[in-house]
């Protein structure tokens, strides 16, 4: 680095041109056609890396060059250095986590989004980045069948976050900020906010950003006997005891789909729990909610017309990738209220004659991406009859799979399939005990996972640890799924051998 | 929506294949032409778009279509509906707020990341993501000659947040609970954080999202005598007098080149005072933090060694599009210990190994994207040689500038410049008061706007109206400089000329 001690006024490079549009053009279709051979050979690749931590350091100049590399070089070192360390989200052999599905309408978004680079915290830097993202948040609402309360149409609306995180950071704030209003700054410490055991991890990392005492965090427990959805009764106990004791209920977040098993908290019960106790009740449903543009699958948002917000994130299961998360919310002036600066250096007409929405009121921080273009492509390009096709075909896959499972009798379905994501175990009743069954099954997803050949993970519910395959990556066919399948019956004859 | 009601277990389209390796090449190819000749026409749009509010919803279809539309068809659409709405961020005649630098490299690092749609949420989702990031982070660390406590090679750590609003928030919370594990939960009212009257408005908003209560928010007042830099006698009268009103001063955030007049903070001071109070001294250097690479800037961090944190955005002068904001912090297990969850569904070995970074116990959200290929692909295709010469390019174009600000004695410069910013505006003493400078000012601007020739923003520092003309768009050249100032000579004319 002593090279950057040279007080060169200019470059010995000469004329620096970061974005000439021939050169951008050249480089840039080199990438797509990396791109798109990449996508066809996705399939070669171990689907988990392999590689062991602190792999790639040694790999790399310890220091960023002095001068300019070809771009050949790099996209080389990209094959060579960064492909082997890729856990490949987008293999058709992917059953992980919750997949991030991508498409070819949303890529072609994203590049859109980035070639424009607005940055779009108010209306008047970027109009079209707003008014987009409006009408692409009605749209979606109608799609959801979601009431005119949500709907800028009607009196509520809507806006693109990055994740369910921060969806749920902002309109706890806003919950939280009506609360304080009538009981004070300084009563923070009395704020009470409930989810379940199953609610996602983020909920509570959110509460505690947002100041709420750790104890009083409620988690409260569920059952096999409901599928781990959560209890409007319990629900209801724990405001009263918590009234008693002269806590103050603010927020209540219940999930379409958790993480663990896809459980479904009942909406309609929860909203005339919340209802009664004056709590702001959050639906997050970041995964299961696209399902809900398929009539059969509606059903689980009844009840949603009584809710403060939702939030749905189409990176999960809308083929949008990442970062898409969709927050609706009732009454945007509560989010506003709780999430507005006005610094003179972004004042300008339009904001104060309140003719137009200005984002970084409904977020985090102030500046934004063009996030918009991204399901406005896929919506239009794959239009609501395909998106319900693709639905149905991630959902009839994992019936498929269920089936496997079902018709063998080592293993067990162990939480009702509700959607696409399996919760299963391998479990030869009569030859092992509980605590063995979970090593048993702890060995069965290493062996798996260790093959490259698939990728499956974990999850613990009720005590009960158990294997979740997720199917509906994007690129995956039957194919994958039976083969996966007969992956996983050699490993489960493998260990019983073994054992 | 009629048509969603039909309960069809097939779509009448056939099968649907969201990304088709060839379809995709054809498809991206296409929109690299449409982007490349967007960059090459650019200038031929009005910079601020002259939309009014709502001009967007009549234009399109009220829900979303139930069949797909030809990808030909949306791409007429985005020059027909979209780009008409669009403030252009990227043209050369754009020197409002501070520009938002792209580069061919940064565009292709974009597309790679979409390419791997990788949720690097932890090591073992992305050992690529992970282990680049931190590389990469370490390379920006060495560019502006960093201490080793901010390091991975050393005994701290860096990480990517979207915007500077996130790198505050994470490390107000790591700062915030440290403080609260010694004085209790309990007693959150008491803790006092401190920023200056020019600090970005995004931290005020940080702090109450963290539950700091807004009476315990100090904003310090800065004067035209240092700039509008931040007084550390003041910082350290306001800290003692909290503390004998028994508060808990507990972070400070100094800035390194101000959003309103790039002013810089003096941190050496700042951060004996914070040293004095154990207070976490945090240091915003979002935009003039890149000009810190060149040796001729560096001084401007002086005294990083004995702060805590410090956040730098790329995406504002480093020519990595959005959204990229490094953030390194001296003791990251304090921010892990603030952020980190730990569900049994993400449970792994290596991350309980304690082998691995992960990342999502240094953020707010979980899921995130792979943001470090934009960034290296920037330094590997540049080189810090060429970086060094952007840098200095820009500045030498605002230094043109102000010089013909400073020979027409109708103009003046309100605060001195440092970086690529210039805050000006025009003064014809003799003849206006005040109030009538201020609406001359403001006229000037509306005027300069509403061509679409030229788009400037305004601000107001120690009681004065004034313009900035922010250099830096990354297609910006000389000739632009001198049209810009043409118009505003321009502008004034026609005004001296009115009144």
Not at 402 to 410: H, K
Request: proline letters at 6%; glycine letters at 6%.
């Amino acid at each position: 680095m002593g090279s950057l001690d040279s007080k060169l006024p200019e470059s010995p490079l000469g004329e620096f041109q970061p974005l000439d549009p021939e050169e951008f053009r050249k480089q840039a279709h080199q990438t797509v056609d990396f791109i798109a051979d990449y996508y066809k050979s996705i399939e070669t690749y171990p689907v988990l890396s392999q590689v062991e931590p602190g792999y790639l350091r040694p790999r790399l100049p310890e220091t960023a060059p002095y001068k300019p590399e070809p771009f050949e070089t790099i996209l080389k070192d990209v094959q060579k250095d960064i492909i082997p360390g890729m856990t490949h989200w987008l293999s058709p052999n992917f059953f992980a986590y919750f997949p991030a599905t991508v498409s070819t309408a949303a890529f072609l978004g994203e590049m859109l989004c980035t070639c424009f680079n607005s940055v779009g915290f108010n209306w008047l830097a970027s109009p079209a980045a707003t008014e987009l993202e409006m009408i692409v948040m009605d749209w979606m609402a109608k799609m959801l069948k979601l009431p005119k309360s949500f709907m800028f149409s009607g009196t509520g609306g809507g806006v693109m976050q990055g994740t369910t995180s921060e969806a749920i950071l902002c309109t706890l704030i806003a919950a939280r900020d009506r609360a304080l209003e009538s009981i004070g700054q300084e009563n923070i410490g009395k704020i009470v906010v409930y989810g379940s055991d199953q609610t996602h991890s983020t909920y509570t990392k959110a509460c505690k950003l947002a100041g709420i005492l750790p104890c009083n965090i409620r988690s409260i427990p569920t059952t096999a006997d409901t599928d781990f959805s959560l209890s409007p009764k319990l629900v209801r106990m724990a405001m009263e005891a918590d009234v008693e004791a002269g806590l103050v209920p603010v927020y209540l977040c219940a999930t379409v789909g958790t993480t663990s098993s896809t459980a479904v908290d009942p909406l309609k019960p929860l909203a005339h729990v919340a209802t009664d106790y004056g709590v702001w009740l959050h639906v997050d449903a970041a995964y299961a909610g696209s399902a809900c543009i398929c009539p059969e699958f509606r059903q689980y948002l009844d009840g949603i017309e009584r809710a403060d917000s939702l939030s749905l994130s189409p990176h999960k299961w809308f083929l949008t990738y990442l970062d898409c998360c969709c927050l609706w919310v009732k009454n945007p002036s509560l989010l506003v209220k709780a999430l507005s600066t006005n610094p003179e250096y972004l004042k300008n007409k339009p904001s104060e004659s309140n003719s137009v929405v200005d984002y970084k009121d409904w977020q985090v921080g102030t500046g934004r991406r063009f996030r918009a273009l991204r399901l406005w492509l896929v919506l239009r390009s794959y239009g609501v009859a395909n998106l319900q096709t693709h639905i149905r075909s991630d959902i009839r896959k994992a019936t498929m799979f269920e089936g496997f499972i079902n018709d063998d009798p080592r293993f067990e379905i162990v939480v009702p399939r509700r959607f696409a994501l399996v919760c299963f175990r391998l479990n030869p009743r009569t030859r092992f005990e509980k605590g063995s069954t979970e090593l048993l099954n702890r060995k069965l997803l290493e062996w798996v996972n260790s093959t490259g050949r698939v990728y499956m993970t974990h999850t613990i519910v009720g005590g009960v640890y158990l294997l979740r395959f997720a199917v509906g990556a994007t690129l995956t066919e039957d194919r994958h799924v039976i083969a996966a399948w007969k992956l996983i019956k050699e490993a489960a004859d493998a260990l019983l051998k073994e054992s």
